[in-house]
C-alpha cells in the first residue's frame, strides 16, 4: 500500500502562484511513477503532470507546459508541483496519484494509489 496526502491548495488571483505537495509513504519501493490530474465538477480526471519515481524526464500536458514544474523532495519523500502564472481554467481539484505499472503512462486508470485532493480556485 503507498499513501499520498496532498496540501497546498487555496485560491489564488489570475497571474499568481501556488505550490502543492504530497507526502508519500508506506511501498514506496513499488512506486514508477508519481503523477498529477486535475478534476473539474461533471468531468473526467485530466492528466497534469508525470515524473519517474526514480528521476528522469518529466512529461506535461499542454495546457501547463512551460507554467506547472513537477519536483521530488528525495529526503522527505515529497513530490511537488509548483504552479505559475495561473489562470482561472487552471481551477480543479488536484490529485497525486502513483503507479506500480512500468512504461509511460499518462491515463488516470492505470495509476493505482490515489491522494485525497486538494482544491485550487484561481479568481479573475
Known amino acids: 500500500q503507498v499513501q499520498l496526502v496532498e496540501s497546498g491548495g487555496g485560491v489564488v488571483q489570475a497571474g499568481g502562484s501556488l505550490t502543492l505537495s504530497c507526502a508519500v509513504s508506506?511501498?514506496?519501493?513499488?512506486?514508477?511513477?508519481m503523477a498529477w490530474f486535475r478534476q473539474t465538477p461533471g468531468k473526467e480526471r485530466d492528466f497534469v503532470a508525470r515524473s519517474r519515481w526514480g528521476g528522469g524526464n518529466t512529461y506535461y500536458a499542454d495546457s501547463v507546459k512551460g507554467r506547472f514544474t513537477m519536483s521530488r523532495d528525495i529526503a522527505n519523500n515529497t513530490v511537488v508541483l509548483q504552479m505559475n502564472s495561473l489562470k482561472p481554467e487552471d481551477t480543479a481539484v488536484y490529485y497525486c496519484?502513483?503507479?506500480?505499472?512500468?512504461?509511460?503512462?499518462?491515463?488516470?486508470?492505470?495509476?493505482?494509489?490515489w491522494g485525497q485532493g486538494t482544491q485550487v480556485t484561481v479568481s479573475s
Open positions: 496519484a502513483a503507479t506500480s505499472r512500468i512504461g509511460i503512462t499518462l491515463r488516470s486508470e492505470d495509476f493505482d494509489s
Open positions: 508506506g511501498r514506496t519501493f513499488s512506486i514508477d511513477a
